[in-house]
């Protein structure tokens, strides 16, 4: 065994090969993998070997593309089989709802490059004869999709590793890991020590154990899973014999389970509401391809369902039960990407669908590693995307909850209700008095959306225009009309100190910084190929000091950043403020007409202008109010300790009375947002994106000196861009706005992308925002788009299409 290496992987699961595998591809041979004990002994050696392409996420669909691409090479270039059968998928549906998310995947499908075909049920019957069709109102199918065998999947990927140079470790237990004092790593195994650069973890069932050793807590349980493998049927047995083609798998998404044949017979895997979180405190040391207890009273719904679509389910015996362990996260998608506050230390964890998900998880990790950047925004699967709020006891609700909802629909909407309430902000019971209907971010909750008396505070969701909408339209106009509300107290917030400071954040962002005190400008952080990772709202406090304001959702990545940049000199100061500072934004023309009333500070345009920020007292309470909001209108942003909240919200509730103050939440927030084609990110900024295609060019300044990013920017403006942002106004819908992820088109090419979308209740439109071509990028453009399967026609407009000279916000 080498007692030095560049990289060392922890687990040799099919995650953890294809990363060894992908490492040693991008020319890092000197890289080894340790496992405790065989290849594929953990959770690989019982996967029912599935290849899903469906995932409504983008990010998740290219690392899913990726690797049933990848997976048809392996066999020519390492001479092993990989066992993949080529039979497509069948996902059924019952229900309108089910084919509206068909849709919306499909359009998801294009932007990437996936084909999908939508089937009759008559079709679905030539295709899977077995299948009783009634009921049905469709289907899709993915014709490149079926399943692999994940133990020879998983010693190809070894071999091509190996004849890559890189070496692999059986039966060899790592029993601790340390960083030294120049950060590199020393991993101590029962064999001896390696010494190494980078780590990363593929530990799979072990993975909290893993992360344990270096101090971090992984947002990783296992759940049970089990699926039954049946004796031969006499008439499978017979379209083999005829030469007939496997009919491939079969999903009744609105039962909950799968299907495909197996060695004459079937394999039915369920996804039942009750299965257990297991290895909670980890495997036992001596754990190797084990199974649970079968429990088949859990799956009796599903195996009648099953009976009643398949009927010759019901005619064949139960050859064997498996039972066995997989790993989820909070979301149900892998956590990819560098670990918070340790460098050079990477995660693989938290694979439901590791077969699927190993060869383009495997394939960006080593992009991330070896070229220092992801090639694809993977935030949707970035590590970081979960906070310190993430116990154990969270995980086992919240995982469970990711299993039992595998096939239930996935409205762009939906807010799951296990592990909640949990972070609230002091306002929380003064808003569900007033009728808020709450979503979560971050573990924080917040109002969606408010109930006007007599209506129920019950979510509604849909891909289409739901009972709320009406609701959300009120809180648009009344903040356009009057004034509204709106608790933003989940914001990510810090300061940043010291002599340092400045240098360390003019570092950072490709905009100036703000000079005077009591200023805000809005920054955004590039990554090292001149993507855009970050946006930051920063406010000068003293010459040494800055409050900075980021998305509640990316507190510990937008945190994790700006760690990893800071100097070792204790020149700079870093404070994480957001459980300790409340922000209430106030938002409509009438706003300065109540600030008035609240506080004795002079709110004029001349003594208060537009991004800058002064600390006045609203009622007894000290606040920091800055004047800004993310919904065009005249505001300010109310930043305080979080023990005054209350009192904040009370005076204002009371005060604005008189000015028809009402709350309002995010839904109406989005809905302002596009008509100002304000930008998100991880839709509208991304990594795949320079901030010249994401139209932030008057936030970009490449004269002002270095900053991370800016040298490959110039590269990449003088190569020329791929695609620009536009505003889109789409004509004559009826009952579905734009969700994201909707392919645009002109004649039959698809030339671009929405990335979010919302009807416009002051400018009374339904609108888009997009990336498409530059060529098609100009005012009056005239394209179409696929809304839920149906083409409408859309037009470019001129960005920010409600009060386009900001005379609102600036008034």
């Not at 050696?45 to 691409?69: C, E, I, R, T």
Request: glycine content about 10%; some cysteine.
């Amino acid at each position: 065994m080498k007692s030095k290496a560049k990289v060392v992987i922890v687990g040799g699961g099919v995650v953890g090969v294809s990363t060894l595998y992908h490492l040693a591809k991008k020319g890092w041979s000197d890289v080894v993998l340790v496992e405790r004990k065989e290849l594929t002994s953990g959770s690989t050696w019982h996967a029912a070997g599935l290849l899903p392409l469906f995932n409504m996420s983008y990010s998740v669909g290219q690392l899913h593309k990726y690797a049933v691409d990848f997976y048809k090479t392996l066999e020519e270039e390492t001479g092993q089989n990989v066992g993949f059968s080529v039979v497509s998928n069948i996902r059924l549906a019952t229900t309108q709802d089910r084919m509206d998310e068909y849709y919306q995947y499909a359009g998801v499908a294009k932007t990437i490059g996936v084909e999908v075909k939508f089937l009759t049920p008559e079709q679905v019957k030539d295709i899977w004869p077995l299948c009783n069709t009634d009921g049905l109102i469709g289907a899709i199918q993915h014709p490149e999709d079926g399943y692999i065998q994940p133990a020879d999947l998983t010693q190809a990927l070894a071999k091509g590793a190996r004849d890559k140079g890189a070496e692999i470790y059986r039966n060899t237990n790592v029993v601790g890991i340390k960083q030294n004092n120049d950060e590199t790593w020393t991993v101590e195994t029962d064999k001896g020590e390696i010494a190494c650069e980078h780590i990363v973890s593929c530990s799979g069932n072990f993975a909290r154990q893993t992360g344990k050793m270096v101090g971090l807590d992984l947002p990783v349980i296992p759940v049970e899973h089990q699926y039954i493998v049946t004796e031969p049927h006499p008439e499978i047995q017979k379209r083999k014999e005829q030469g007939l083609p496997e009919m491939g798998v079969l999903r009744d998404s609105d039962s909950s389970w799968y299907m495909r044949e197996e060695a004459g017979g079937l394999i039915l895997g369920p996804y039942e509401k009750d299965a257990p979180a297991c290895y909670v405190d980890g495997p036992s040391k001596d754990s190797e391809f084990e199974l649970f207890q079968e429990d088949l009273d859990r799956l009796e719904s599903h195996i009648e369902s099953a009976i009643q679509r398949v009927p010759i389910f019901g005619e064949v015996g139960v050859k064997k039960v498996y039972n066995g362990a997989i790993c989820y996260t909070p979301d149900g998608s892998p956590i990819v990407g560098p670990a918070w506050g340790l460098k050079n230390f990477w995660i693989n964890e938290g694979h439901s669908f590791g077969i699927t998900a190993a060869g383009g998880a495997g394939w960006q990790l080593g992009e991330w590693m070896v070229d220092g950047e992801p090639t694809i925004d993977m935030m949707g699967v970035d590590p970081r995307r979960f906070g310190d709020y993430v116990t154990k006891s969270f995980l086992i609700q919240k995982n469970e909850e990711a299993y039992a909802n595998v096939f239930t629909i996935h409205y762009p909407d939906e807010e799951r209700e296990a592990g909640r309430p949990l972070r609230q902000a002091p306002c929380y019971d003064r808003l569900k008095d007033l009728g808020a209907v709450f979503g979560q971010k971050f573990g924080w909750e917040r109002a969606n959306w408010f109930a006007p008396k007599g209506v129920e505070q019950i979510d509604d969701w849909s891909f289409r225009r739901s009972k709320w909408f009406e609701h959300v339209g009120n809180e648009c106009k009344n903040v356009q009309e009057n004034v509204g509300l709106l608790d933003m107290t989940a914001f990510a917030k810090c300061r940043i100190s010291g002599p340092g400071a400045e240098r360390l954040l003019d570092n950072l962002v490709a905009n100036k910084l703000p000079k005077k005190n009591g200023r805000v400008n809005l920054c955004h952080a590039l990554n090292k190929n001149g993507g855009v990772l970050s946006e930051y709202t920063i406010a000068k406090e003293s010459n040494d000091s800055y409050y900075i304001v980021s998305a509640g959702a990316f507190q510990r990545l937008d945190h994790d950043w700006i760690q990893q940049w800071m100097p070792k000199d204790r020149s700079v100061k870093f404070e994480n403020l957001t459980n300790s500072i409340g922000v209430l934004v106030l938002a409509g023309p009438k706003a300065r007409d109540l600030m008035s009333k609240v506080s004795s500070a002079d709110f004029s345009n001349e003594n208060f202008p537009w991004l800058s920020s002064q600390k006045i007292d609203v009622g007894l309470a000290p606040t920091i109010a800055m004047r800004m909001n993310f919904v065009g209108e005249l505001g300010w942003e109310l930043h305080h300790s979080i023990e005054y909240q209350n009192h904040i919200f009370d005076r204002l509730m009371e005060v604005g009375k008189e000015f028809k103050l009402k709350p309002f939440g995010i839904r109406a927030m989005d809905s302002l947002r596009i008509e100002k084609t304000y930008k998100l990110i991880g839709t509208e900024m991304s990594i795949e994106y320079s901030p010249f295609e994401s139209s932030l060019d008057r936030f970009v300044h490449l004269n002002k000196g270095n900053f991370i990013g800016r040298d490959a920017l110039v590269q990449w403006q003088q190569k020329g861009f791929q695609n620009k942002l536009v505003t889109l106004e789409v004509k004559e819908v009826k009952d579905a706005d734009t969700l994201g992820n909707n392919p645009i088109y002109k004649g039959d090419k698809v030339i671009g992308r929405a990335t979010g979308g919302n009807y416009g209740f002051r400018v009374e439109k339904s609108l888009a925002i997009g990336m498409v071509q530059p060529d098609y990028a100009a005012v009056g453009s005239k394209l179409t788009m696929d809304i839920l399967g149906t083409t409408y026609d859309v037009e470019v407009i001129q960005d920010s299409p409600y009060d386009p000279d900001n005379n609102f916000i600036r008034a």
